[in-house]
């Protein structure tokens, strides 16, 4: 067997542009996952029992279904409710309903290990249920769950691989394409697997440095919570 | 005139009964401490006090809010109320400035300098400017307690409530956290302590309640520590050496 890459890196274009893509998607869907994955855990732990059912059901349907299937169900949804979206708008909407179910099962973790007198404290303060959530919960909280949420949002990033099935054209999608064209998939798919590994590492480290601004006294006294 | 006016409180947890009909009130400037014995309902009635419990009947008033009825305005109780707790629930992620400068800034809407301002005022009063900028893992047990206070300080409560403060702390840490008390009860402020420390009931409080099995048993002035008329009270003054 012999490997050729030169016909490959010939096409780094492609696998540049499918890189932007993926880091785009992960970039996006981080941040609206994180938001949603908070919003439900903090309804998973209201008082009021219809938001808990309806953060209940969304979790649950989502943790038991593959994401394949969830990307088709939002793809062809969207269309035969007449809405015409670019495949990677439908890919953001799609991963941001994903993650945004594991995040919130991890965040719900995390607020559910603060300690009861911090939200007593809180409250006797007069900080009203959102502030408390805000100032006092969600920091310590995130903090606790830091490594399970920075391999969760590395997952999603490389489940964005799966959005080249509606053509959203990210790193994947590039090398379905080139393979195709150079007749050399092993090479390919070679090369795509390792910059999917290297963007997991750079990853690492962006939530490692975001991790040392958002949680300065883990930074300054290097203990945990 | 009375701040806080407890009237027949009656509290059960499940089918566990708590209080009996406590009945009790604090003037203004004054300082009641609150002894019995462990499960005698002292706690929960003074946590009934800041609602975090919510009494079953009876009538609470705190500085002229209806604490047992269910239409009360929370935030301008707590507005008026602060607590201590035995455990402090100091915010582990912020530094102790910004422990104190939380509420002020984000109930109170004060700028950040002016919260500063006041922050390091109560700061000072407990002993502890010099603090600010460490985080509660890097004080004493104490020193978190002090912290506790000037946080609650920092919204210039009308009335103070005392959970136990110093039950976690060693004597000398316990030392420093009365002194402080202390000043603040020379200082005017109202308060309702429920503690263990016998001497320091005898020495600050103008009124002692003694709880025995959901109820008022005993009440008065400090005296009543060194001479009490009932035997329970006795009984629970003699075990302390």
Redesign the interface.
């Known amino acids: 067997m012999t490997l050729d890459f030169t016909a490959i890196l010939a096409r780094w274009q492609m696998l540049l542009d499918g890189l932007a893509l993926t880091v785009q998607l992960a970039a996006v869907t981080t941040l609206t996952g994180f938001l949603i994955g908070t919003l439900c855990a903090i309804a998973r732990r209201s008082d009021v029992s219809a938001l808990r059912w309806v953060a209940s059901v969304y979790i649950e349907a989502i943790r038991n279904t593959p994401f394949l299937v969830q990307i088709f169900v939002v793809y062809f949804g969207l269309s035969s409710l007449g809405f015409s979206f670019s495949a990677v708008t439908v890919a953001i909407i799609a991963l941001t309903i994903n993650v945004g179910a594991y995040t919130a099962e991890i965040m719900r973790a995390g607020f559910d290990a603060i300690h009861p007198g911090q939200w007593e404290a809180g409250e006797c303060l007069g900080l009203s249920r959102t502030q408390t959530y805000w100032h006092v919960a969600l920091r310590p909280a995130m903090e606790r769950v830091y490594p399970s949420l920075t391999s969760q949002f590395i997952l999603l990033m490389l489940a964005s691989s799966v959005t080249s099935q509606i053509s959203a054209e990210e790193l994947t999608a590039a090398a379905n394409f080139i393979q195709s064209e150079t007749y050399r998939p092993f090479e390919t798919y070679i090369v795509v697997a390792l910059i999917y590994l290297a963007l997991s590492l750079a990853m690492r480290v962006v939530f490692w440095a975001f991790g040392l601004a958002v949680f300065p006294r883990r930074r300054r006294l290097g203990t945990n919570l | 005139m009375s701040v806080v006016v407890l009237k027949n409180v009656k509290k059960s947890f499940g089918s566990l009964p708590v209080l009996h009909g406590v009945s009790f009130a604090v003037a203004k400037g004054e300082v009641l401490a609150l002894i019995g014995a462990s499960g005698s309902g002292k706690s929960t009635a003074l946590r009934c006090i800041?609602r975090?419990e919510i009494v079953d009947s009876g009538e609470i008033e705190v500085c002229g809010h209806m604490v047992h009825d269910p239409g009360l305005d929370l935030?301008r109780l707590?507005?008026d109320?602060?607590?201590v707790?035995q455990?402090y629930?100091?915010?582990?992620?912020?530094?102790i400035k910004e422990n104190v400068t939380?509420?002020p800034r984000?109930?109170k809407k004060l700028d950040r300098r002016a919260a500063d301002e006041i922050a390091m005022q109560s700061l000072q009063k407990v002993g502890l400017a010099e603090k600010a900028d460490n985080?509660p893992?890097?004080l004493s047990g104490g020193q978190q307690q002090r912290a506790a206070i000037a946080?609650?300080l920092a919204?210039e409560p009308k009335v103070m409530l005392f959970d136990e403060v110093t039950s976690a702390l060693d004597p000398k840490l316990t030392g420093e956290v009365l002194k402080v008390i202390e000043a603040l009860a020379a200082s005017g402020m109202t308060m309702i302590m429920v503690t263990h420390e016998m001497g320091f009931a005898r020495r600050v409080a103008d009124q002692v309640v003694f709880m025995h099995e959901g109820l008022v048993h005993e009440a008065g002035s400090a005296d009543i520590l060194t001479n009490p008329s009932t035997p329970e009270l006795r009984e629970f003054v003699s075990n302390d050496l």
């Not at chain 2, 629930?89 to 530094?95: K, Q, R």
């Open positions: 800041d975090l935030r707590r507005l109320v602060g607590i707790f455990s629930n100091l915010f582990p992620h912020l530094t939380l509420a984000s109930v985080y893992e890097q946080r609650s919204m």
